[in-house]
């Protein structure tokens, strides 16, 4: 479905439940499964999620996945440690685009059956389970910070330790870190040195825990809206010591003039104090790219935004994707190598609405449409692709204010 949005009428204020961290969320569920704990019921779970807990809960044969990046790499992991387990694990067009060929060899140098029924490289892959081995094992972390976690999230499962060697500087180093310290809360050892990764031998903890961190990264499009619209934003539910390492938005976005306040909640509020330029080196944080470029775009701020390159092989390409949509506001932005995308404060004329197709991408449809208070009346295509990560985007930001009118395809 398409649809057409409009700004609140007056100045928003607004309070908003945020999903449940679909990373956080997805690793309490393969830690559970592998304990034998009692799944947890998520929260209005996103598509993603979903998928993860039908594959948990069926466990054999061909197992559809469709868009869930996350669940293809954390399952593959996990499928392939339980002795005799049985399955293929497939998706869509855009899951099978997902490279997997890093996780695949570190699994198989354990000693793992995964056979590729396609590409080599790509899903669909063919999981025949048995018990792994331990030991030292080289990973390219460079990638996708989700390869680390998949195997470090099986470690219990394996016959000896294993130590992971990172060669090079891990991608979005802040998600591995949540990993380890999920699995030192439930009893196992994970201890993280630069470049090495040691995972003692042990069993996850059965515990009666049902607290799931809130989603950091939901939370910058409200941030963006808040920038936007020069409005009160409240997250209640937020904290400031949570694992997620996009919480640095709280020290990032006075850059762009919202400020953060814990209070019980999250409060944010919009100043007039804006940098001159933007500058960040997003490697650690890939996922605040879209809400960053497009609220400084719209507040005419210069930016610079590099360590992208894994936004390459999200749901589209992602950096391309912001690079093209920007240029339907007049924002005349540039791709430098591999990971940078800029913008020098050019603009060319914008001639009609702009009509906003995310690729296929949740973060690409969340990200632009706030430009709505900008451009009354513009048209997000493709709405439904919000489902993957935060199914109740659009019914909050009505709540907040704004309108939103389904428009029938031509």
């Known amino acids: 479905m ?5 700004p609140p009428e007056e100045i928003l204020e607004a309070t908003v439940r945020l999903p449940q961290s679909k990373s956080y969320l997805a690793r309490k569920m393969i830690i559970d499964a592998i304990a034998g704990a009692e799944p947890c019921n998520p929260e209005q779970p996103c598509d993603d999620i979903k998928v993860l807990a039908a594959a948990l809960a069926c466990g054999k044969g061909e197992i559809d996945l469709h868009a869930g990046g996350t669940a293809l790499r954390l399952l593959t992991a996990y499928f392939a ?34 056979n590729y029924l396609g590409e080599d490289g790509y899903a669909p892959l063919k999981i025949s389970g048995k018990r792994l081995s331990g030991g030292s094992l080289p990973v390219d972390p460079t990638v ?18 294993l130590r992971l060697r990172l060669e090079g500087e891990a991608v979005s180093m802040p998600y591995i870190k949540m990993t380890a310290e999920m699995m030192r809360r439930r009893g196992v050892t ?12 042990g069993r996850y903890a059965v515990v009666d825990d049902r607290l ?33 390492g996009d919480r ?12 953060s306040e814990f209070d019980g909640n999250l409060e944010l509020s919009a100043t007039p ?8 080196d997003l490697s650690q944080n890939p996922d605040l790219a879209p809400a960053f470029a497009v609220t400084a775009a719209a507040l005419a701020v210069p930016f610079r935004l590099s360590g992208l390159q894994n936004l390459r092989i999200k749901e589209c390409d992602r950096l391309e994707a912001l690079r093209r949509e920007l240029l339907k506001i007049g924002v005349v932005a540039e791709i430098e190598g591999a990971d940078t995308l800029m913008w020098d404060g050019q603009r060319v004329p914008v001639l009609q609405l702009p009509e906003i197709d ?21 048209i997000i295509r493709d709405a439904e692709v919000v489902e993957k990560s935060y199914p109740d985007f659009w019914n909050q930001l009505r709540d907040a204010g704004f309108t939103i009118e389904t428009v029938e395809e031509a």
């Open 212 to 244: 799931v961190e809130l989603d950091w990264t939901a939370a910058s499009y409200w941030y963006e809206i808040a920038a936007i619209t020069a409005g009160w934003v409240t997250l209640p539910g937020l904290g400031a010591d949570d694992l997620q």
């Open 273 to 280: 104090d804006l940098w001159g330029r933007l500058e960040l």
């Open 2 to 6: 398409n649809y057409r949005i409009f």
């Open 358 to 378: 995310p690729c296929g991408d949740h973060r690409m449809a969340m990200a632009f449409a706030p430009l709505a208070a900008f451009a009354p009346g513009m």
């Open 248 to 259: 640095c938005l709280c020290t990032i976005m006075p850059r762009l003039g919202v400020l």
């Open 190 to 201: 994970a201890d993280i040195d630069r470049y090495d990764i040691n995972l003692a031998p």
């Open 81 to 114: 440690a339980i002795p005799g387990s049985e399955v293929v694990l497939d998706g869509n067009a855009s899951l099978r685009r997902r490279p997997m060929g890093i996780l695949v060899d570190a699994l198989r140098q354990l000693g793992a059956e995964i």
């Open 144 to 161: 996708s910070s989700q390869f680390i976690t998949a195997l470090m999230l099986i470690a219990p499962m394996l016959e000896s330790e």
